[in-house]
């Protein structure tokens, strides 16, 4: 272990953390206490907000699931004592909501016990921000690199990413990036290379209403749903059949569609004369999101063609909600091997690069920022959004000296 990875802070940045609320759109307090950490230590640090109206007219919105009016972002930055590339950590603080509160075992504010870290947001991904912060802290005070290290602390990812968007339009960007989501299984560390996408959709499906009697007088909309829940079946099977991409096939089933929320009728004895369906669709590393957009609607479209009753009442498709983007780095990158030696020296194996189903702000450093960008990061995504979510301590304090290691590496960095 480093002697200047510091596990007292580590545990108490992170129990701080989550305790301060942060559920997606209403962050500002969370974005607060990061940037008291940095001011004592960088060179540089921006606090700002921009007002969702404005990231609205960019032609990279990627939607939201919750209503705001501003988006808060810290940056920060550190310089090396002599020119090179710039390496940006960064992570988001926004959470999902509890949930039942009685379903909990352990404080969703914050517990340790032992080496485990339990609260909303231990794993996804406050943990993960705090091993940042930490490796930040240390380079700071050795400043024996080249070129710039740069920390980012975002909000809104959870709803779509308005807070990168924020910080790339801003210009906290960089040549590399790590982004310290939850990559880690119950085998350790992993380094998650790519991943998919998702964009959400209402589906409207119209029937003819009737008395539940004289059932055959009407038209269900629940029964020509059945034929676009065929359509989204095959789509999914097709869709994922294509893919050749070994980092993606190991996961089975990359790109899942999930149909979430069903609602229609109006009264038990009528026949149902509209039913709304809410679903998510994978987007495909290969894709845009509005490539996967059109897609996705000329399939289904055509899937359901030569239904007389669907083609006399078309179903109405919808995109709704936030749209999260696919991306995928080179394995031959430099940031891949460093992490990965990096990594091996800390914990003595060398980390796996996998694929993950899920949408990260990773698209938006890649698409919309051009950087070299990897996830690596403490904590298992089985464990988000979960009750009782918990990291392992050790671990956090793991990725942090791997992030020191790595900048080193990446930087021309000292080993002292």
Not at 207 to 229: C, I, P, Q, Y
Not at 341 to 368: F, I, K, N, Q, S
């Amino acid at each position: 272990m480093n002697p200047s990875i510091s596990h007292e802070k580590i545990t108490q940045r992170a129990l701080d953390l989550i305790a301060t609320p942060s559920v997606t759109g209403d962050e500002q307090a969370a974005i607060d206490l990061v940037a008291s950490w940095l001011e004592p230590i960088a060179d540089e640090v921006d606090q700002w907000v921009t007002p969702m109206a404005e990231l609205e007219r960019d032609p990279a919105y990627p939607g939201r699931e919750v209503e705001r009016d501003i988006v808060p972002v810290v940056a920060a930055r550190i310089v090396g004592n002599r020119p090179g590339p710039t390496l940006v950590l960064t992570g988001h603080v926004d959470v999902v909501p509890i949930g039942d509160r009685g379903l909990w075992t352990r404080d969703p504010s914050g517990e340790v016990d032992g080496d485990v870290l339990y609260g909303r947001g231990a794993a996804d991904m406050k943990a993960g921000l705090v091993a940042a912060v930490e490796a930040f802290s240390v380079l700071a005070a050795e400043r024996s690199f080249a070129g710039e290290v740069r920390f980012v602390a975002v909000p809104g990812e959870e709803d779509g990413g308005t807070g990168t968007l924020a910080a790339i339009r801003r210009g906290w960007t960089g040549d590399m990036v790590i982004l310290t989501e939850p990559t880690a299984d119950s085998e350790g560390l992993r380094i998650v290379v790519a991943h998919g996408g998702a964009l959400t959709f209402s589906i409207d499906v119209s029937g003819r209403a009737a008395h539940g009697a004289t059932r055959l007088l009407g038209e269900s909309a629940l029964d020509h749903f059945w034929k676009v829940h065929r359509a989204l079946r095959d789509q999914e099977a097709e869709l994922n059949a294509a893919e050749t991409d070994p980092i993606m096939t190991a996961l089975g089933l990359p790109y899942p569609t999930t149909i979430g929320i069903v609602h229609g009728g109006e009264w038990a004895s009528n026949v149902m004369e509209r039913l709304t369906a809410e679903i998510r669709v994978g987007v495909t590393i290969h894709e845009t999101i509005a490539e996967a957009e059109a897609r996705f609607e000329r399939t289904l479209r055509a899937a359901l063609a030569g239904d007389p009753w669907l083609d006399e009442h078309p179903t109405k498709i919808t995109r709704a909600g936030a749209a999260f983007g696919s991306s995928r780095i080179d394995l031959r990158h430099p940031l891949v091997a460093s992490v990965r030696e990096a990594a091996a020296t800390v914990v003595g194996g060398t980390p796996p690069t996998v694929g993950a189903p899920y949408g990260c702000d990773m698209a938006l450093w890649v698409r919309e920022a051009g950087a070299a960008t990897l996830v690596f990061g403490p904590g298992d995504v089985g464990h988000a959004h979960a009750v009782d979510e918990h990291v392992s301590l050790q671990q956090v304090a793991d990725v942090a000296e791997v992030l020191v290691a790595t900048a080193r590496r990446l930087l021309g960095g000292s080993a002292a």
